[in-house]
């Protein structure tokens, strides 16, 4: 038996696809960071999230839509556990015997901007706007910053 195509009438094409950013459209904000008194890993997260623009109506992975972030007190992160003594940064020079490692007590007092910019770096995706969103992070070991458009977040 044949169907009546009256009663099978394909309904009008309507869309409902979302509106992307462009990329004149995107504003990058400032905020501040910190880092006295927090852990290591539960910050930075946070400043990877800014960094990428997640927390955004509009946010695209593919869009560069992040704000600058100012992070102040790095030399006053606090990490939990053994992770002072236990936790090591290796680094390979590909010659023998050119393996070198640093406790995260030893690279702290060395330099604790390269601490968190390595901890933030492992946590934004592996593609080529990482070196963009990086560009955006500004660490200062004290509390005193140049940066004057900043909120406090």
């Given at each position: 038996?044949?169907?009546?195509?009256?009663?099978?009438?394909?309904?009008?094409?309507?869309?409902?696809?979302?509106?992307?950013?462009?990329?004149?459209?995107?504003?990058?904000?400032?905020?501040?960071?910190?880092m006295e008194g927090?852990?290591?890993g539960r910050e930075t997260t946070h400043v990877s999230t800014l960094l990428q623009g997640k927390e955004k109506r509009n946010y695209a992975p593919?869009?560069?839509?992040?704000d600058?972030?100012?992070?102040?007190?790095?030399s006053k992160v606090s990490v939990t556990?053994?992770?002072?003594?236990?936790?090591?940064?290796?680094t390979y020079s590909g010659y023998p015997?050119?393996?070198r490692t640093v406790s995260l007590g030893q690279a702290l007092l060395r330099d604790s901007r390269k601490v968190i910019r390595y901890a933030v770096s492992g946590m934004l995706p592996k593609n080529k706007?990482?070196?963009v969103r990086l560009s955006?992070?500004?660490?200062?070991?004290?509390?005193?910053h140049p940066h004057t458009e900043v909120t406090s977040k």
């Amino acid at each position: 038996m044949r169907k009546n195509k009256l009663l099978y009438k394909p309904m009008p094409h309507t869309t409902t696809s979302t509106r992307s950013i462009k990329a004149q459209e995107v504003s990058h904000s400032w905020h501040l960071v910190d880092m006295e008194g927090k852990t290591l890993g539960r910050e930075t997260t946070h400043v990877s999230t800014l960094l990428q623009g997640k927390e955004k109506r509009n946010y695209a992975p593919y869009i560069d839509n992040g704000d600058h972030v100012v992070v102040i007190n790095a030399s006053k992160v606090s990490v939990t556990g053994k992770k002072l003594a236990d936790k090591e940064y290796d680094t390979y020079s590909g010659y023998p015997g050119g393996r070198r490692t640093v406790s995260l007590g030893q690279a702290l007092l060395r330099d604790s901007r390269k601490v968190i910019r390595y901890a933030v770096s492992g946590m934004l995706p592996k593609n080529k706007l990482r070196d963009v969103r990086l560009s955006r992070l500004h660490i200062y070991e004290g509390s005193e910053h140049p940066h004057t458009e900043v909120t406090s977040k």
